[in-house]
Every structure is written in structure tokens, then in C-alpha cells.
């Protein structure tokens, strides 16, 4: 008989040093036997995933080898442009800081986000600001409807219920931004004959959330299977800028400050990491419930939001789908 | 005149099964089978709402109200009782 498990966050404890040697090794072999290039391409936002990245590519492969590349847009903090520097300072490599928002602004990207916002709050124009958000699935068994905050010019905030054609219209302009910095980051990556990292903890690549040819793309992901905390453990290992360590993280991609959990998750990530440990290892809800501190009857919600989540994201791991077999071509 | 039932299906198969009215049930649960994702489920309330001229609050956005054809056709039953009466002058 399985003996019960004794859940909390020790369950997603690592040996930092033992991980760390086994991605760089990986690194090598995937960059220079699978992929034949030279170096990596890495792009850095200031966050937490990026930096770890660009710390594993840098020891894998040498500082000479890793490119660091930073892609501000209109709407990024300021503060990320600055704690991407600290990474590259830090770890002593090439890096190079390319606006994106001057191709954004010629792509539309603005205006059509703006139109599209202006479908459910037409007063809305170039100085607001705004943010999309989910409602708390937790404490209700509402379905994942999301809405829009938006902030006039005078710092006056309201919440609006999007419509489909609203948000997808939003969200179609706003993943230029994130097909935008891949597109750049090929450029370099072809220049030098090296590899892109991408950057996707567990989570993200099992809930979806990238952007399918936009940051989901990438020639190797040294840190997908690595739920959140595990990834702060190697950040603390490899000594990574503490100020990015306690930076909470953030998609950056909206003009109003926006957490990862409002956007996507509905749950603190340190508890939808166990929450997603739970489900994978077949933990009952209880012993989740317990260990995170919410009701079993919403740790099942998480487990099933999880499924409906991976479910509705499929696709975005898909390769093109062929109408028929190409054997020679694996 | 179709009925709500009619009209729900029309809107499910040709939004999100490319008009394959076989494949839909009444009683199939949209969440388990996947018929539609979060986006499906904004597209399913702008229906409801310009289809019966009504205002859908939060706290009636939940699968007992939209998860089926036929959990649907009784929620519009309730929120919109002319379309009951409608319904069974159709019916009679």
C-alpha cells in the first residue's frame, strides 16, 4: 500500500548543484551535437525564468557563447530593462537592447488593441492604461470569463466584462509584441549561427502560456520542467541578482501592472506549483488542500481547471499538421 | 418559429463543430467534451445576450446555467419567462 504523502513545499525541493549539472550538460548536447550551432541566443526580460536561462546557457556554454538580447516595448516597465542589464553585467556577456515598439507601432499593434478595447469601453484613447484580468475562480464556480481593467489619464479605474470579439481582438495585437521579440531574436540567432533559448517554467508550458510562434517558439528549453519554485531554488544557486529573486513576477505585456496569477493562474504560484504537483503525482486533493491552505473542494477545481487549461492548449504545442506522412522526414 | 432549443444548437454547431450536428447532444457537458474554450464561452454569452435582449450578471456565468444544450434552454426558460410562454404557444 502507497504510504500517504506528506505534502508541502518540501515536495518540490531539488539538489540545486545536481540539477544545474544535468540542464548545462544537457545544454551542450542539445546546442552542439542536436542543434549544431555555436552559442545561444537569449532573451532577457528581468524576470525570474529569463535570468536562470541565461545563467544555465552561460555555464553551459561560456560567457563568449550566450547573447543576451533585451526587447522593450511601450508598455514595459522600465524596471526590467534595468534588472536585464544586471544579468548580463553579472554573467559578463555580449548583450544588445533593441526597441521593439517602433515595429509594434508600424505593425498597428497599439491602435488595433486600442480599437479593440474601444469595442466595450469606447471613451478609451492613447493615455490610458489597461490590464486583462480573470475573475477569482476559487471561491466560485464561475467559469474563467475575463475582463478588462482600464485607467483613465485622471487615475480613474473600471472594470469591464470582455466580449469575444473584444478580446480577441486584444489579445491578437497584443501577441505581436511577443511574435515581435522572437522574430528579432531569430535575427541574432542567424547572424550567429547560435541557438534561441526559450524560457518556459512548467507551468507555462503545460497551462499554455505563451504565445505559439511568439515566446513558445524556441530551438531549446532548458527550464520547462521546472515548476516555479524549483526554479527560484536554481536562481538562488546560481546567484542570480537578488532583486530579481524577490521580484514578483509579472507578464509585462500590459500598460496597467499585471500579475502572472490575475492574468492566467487565479492562484499565488508557489501554491498552483503544488497544486500542479498534486495532480501530476496522483496526490489526493486533500493532502494538497492541506498543504496549500484552501478547501479540497477547490484544490479539485484547480485539478480540473488544469485539465480544461491543457485541454483548451493543445493546439499551441502542435507542429503544422500534415494531410499526409513525409517518412523521410523526421 | 424555431425553438430556443433550435436556436441553441444552431448556434453551438455552426460556431464550434463546423456543422456537425451529429456530434452535439443535449445533455453532453461542453466542459468535458471540450466543445469550447474560455474565448467559445465569451462568444456563447454575447449570443445569449443580443440573441434575448438580456444582461448576464456574474454569478450566473456558472456550468449549472451554460454547460449543455440543455442546461441552457433552462436557464433561458427561467431568465427570460416571455420565452417560456413563447415556447409553449410553439409547442401547442
Known amino acids: 500500500m502507497q504510504p500517504t504523502l506528506a505534502i508541502s513545499q518540501n515536495a518540490l525541493h531539488l539538489d540545486a548543484a545536481a540539477e544545474t549539472d544535468r540542464i548545462t550538460a544537457a545544454i551542450r548536447e542539445a546546442v552542439g551535437q542536436q542543434l549544431r550551432c555555436k552559442g545561444a541566443v537569449v532573451g532577457v526580460s528581468g524576470g525570474i525564468d529569463s535570468s536562470v536561462v541565461a545563467f544555465l546557457c552561460a555555464r553551459a556554454l561560456g560567457s563568449d557563447r550566450v547573447f543576451v538580447l533585451f526587447t522593450p516595448e511601450a508598455d514595459s516597465s522600465p524596471e526590467s530593462l534595468r534588472l536585464g542589464r544586471l544579468v548580463a553585467n553579472q554573467l559578463g556577456v555580449e548583450s544588445r537592447l533593441e526597441d521593439i515598439a517602433p515595429i509594434l507601432i508600424s505593425a498597428g499593434c497599439y491602435e488595433r488593441r486600442d480599437a479593440a478595447i474601444r469595442l466595450v469601453v469606447p471613451e478609451y484613447g492613447p493615455d490610458w492604461k489597461s490590464k486583462i484580468v480573470l475573475p477569482d475562480l476559487l471561491s466560485s464556480g464561475r467559469y474563467p470569463i475575463f475582463s478588462i481593467i482600464v485607467q483613465s489619464p485622471a487615475g480613474v479605474q473600471k472594470c469591464v466584462r470582455l466580449t469575444a470579439d473584444a478580446y480577441l481582438g486584444i489579445l491578437a495585437a497584443t501577441n505581436l509584441k511577443q511574435r515581435t521579440r522572437k522574430m528579432i531574436e531569430y535575427y541574432y540567432a542567424d547572424l550567429k549561427h547560435y541557438a534561441v533559448a526559450g524560457t518556459p517554467n512548467r507551468l507555462e508550458y503545460d497551462q499554455g502560456f505563451f504565445v505559439k510562434y511568439g515566446d513558445g517558439a524556441a530551438d531549446f528549453k532548458p527550464i520547462a520542467h521546472l515548476y516555479k519554485s524549483q526554479v527560484f531554488q536554481l536562481a538562488a544557486y546560481l546567484g542570480v541578482p537578488e532583486e530579481i529573486q524577490r521580484r514578483v513576477p509579472t507578464t509585462d505585456t500590459y500598460s496597467l501592472a499585471q500579475s502572472q496569477e490575475e492574468f492566467y493562474f487565479s492562484l499565488p504560484l508557489d501554491k498552483m506549483d503544488l497544486c500542479l504537483y498534486g495532480k501530476n503525482n496522483n496526490v489526493p486533493a486533500s493532502a494538497i488542500a492541506t498543504a496549500v491552505g484552501i478547501s479540497e473542494a477547490q484544490v479539485e477545481r484547480v485539478y480540473s481547471m488544469i485539465e480544461a487549461k491543457r485541454n483548451a492548449t493543445r493546439s499551441l504545442h502542435l507542429a503544422p499538421v500534415l494531410m499526409a506522412p513525409i517518412p523521410e522526414i523526421k | ?92
Open chain 2, 1 to 92: 418559429m424555431p425553438s430556443i432549443e433550435q436556436e441553441i444548437r444552431s448556434f453551438i454547431v455552426g460556431q464550434f463543430l463546423l456543422g456537425d450536428e451529429s456530434s452535439l447532444h443535449n445533455d453532453d457537458s461542453f466542459l468535458e467534451k471540450g466543445t469550447f474554450d474560455s474565448t467559445g464561452i465569451l462568444e456563447l454569452v454575447s449570443f445569449l445576450e443580443q440573441k434575448y435582449q438580456i444582461e448576464l450578471q456574474p454569478d450566473e456565468l456558472i456550468p449549472e446555467n451554460l454547460d449543455s444544450v440543455n442546461c441552457l434552454v433552462h436557464f433561458l426558460q427561467r431568465r427570460v419567462p416571455a420565452l417560456a410562454v413563447a415556447q409553449a404557444q410553439v409547442q401547442r
